[in-house]
């Protein structure tokens, strides 16, 4: 089976623009996941996304959304750039409840 | 609370043992996983727990969790310097519906000849 893929691998961005980033989860899993990972905060939970629908959600802003097709495929949406919205961006998914697969990630850098 | 915690940095010589500790605060997590990142990589699943089980043995890898403490080991025999990179220690918790996971803010492995 193929992993967990995400389109770009890297996107650079100026402030105030938006950005749209893409993840295909492996096949047959339903829930997708998305994390922000940076050098000060870390790894942060942003929100989860199950047969097209929102069921979990971090503290992010509100410029941060996403959303899941019926194919599972998930997209999530950053509008508004800010510098602090530079990193890399992790999806994972999951069919039960244990494991969770995560893809290579796409890196955003703003400027 | 959430929380997670980590050593920042474990260094050893190539062919000892490597043991990467962790605590966390949820008592209600009820898998518990360890995850391996190497430069420019995404997050590799190396292996998880259930919160019922006391250990865990996968080839090199072993993992130890004591849940009176809230505390979860990860200890790699015969360490390799391919297994230099840095370790996420994450729990799911049940306020986040078991499908949010919380890292720790990882231990750099450094594996010397």
């Known amino acids: 089976k193929a992993g967990v893929t995400q389109t770009p691998r890297y996107l650079i961005k100026t402030r105030g623009q938006q950005v749209t980033l893409s993840c295909s989860p492996i096949s047959g899993h339903r829930s997708v996941s998305w994390y922000q990972q940076t050098p000060g905060q870390g790894l942060q939970f942003l929100f989860e996304?199950?047969?097209?629908?929102?069921?979990n959600k971090g503290n992010f802003p509100g410029r941060f959304s996403g959303r899941q097709f019926s194919n599972s495929r998930s997209e999530m949406n950053v509008s508004t750039l800010e510098l602090g919205d530079s990193a890399l961006y992790l999806c994972?998914?999951?069919?039960?409840?244990?494991?969770?697969?995560f893809g290579p990630g796409t890196r955003l850098t703003v400027l | 609370g959430e929380d997670v915690e980590q050593s920042l940095f474990l260094s050893v010589r190539e062919g000892d043992s490597s043991v990467i500790n962790c605590t966390y605060t949820?008592?209600?997590?009820?898998?518990l996983y360890w995850y391996k990142q190497e430069p420019g990589a995404g997050l590799q699943l190396l292996t998880y727990i259930f919160s019922n089980m006391d250990m865990k043995q996968d080839q090199r890898l072993t993992v130890l969790l004591n849940k009176k403490d809230k505390h979860l080991s990860l200890r790699i025999a015969d360490t390799q310097t391919g297994d230099s990179a840095i370790y996420f220690c994450a729990e799911s918790p049940f306020s986040g519906g078991y499908n949010k996971l919380i890292f720790g803010a990882g231990t750099r492995l450094a594996v010397h000849p």
């Open positions: 996304y199950f047969s097209e629908t929102q069921r």
């Open positions: 994972a998914s999951r069919q039960g409840v244990d494991e969770q697969f």
């Open positions: 949820d008592s209600s997590s009820t898998y």
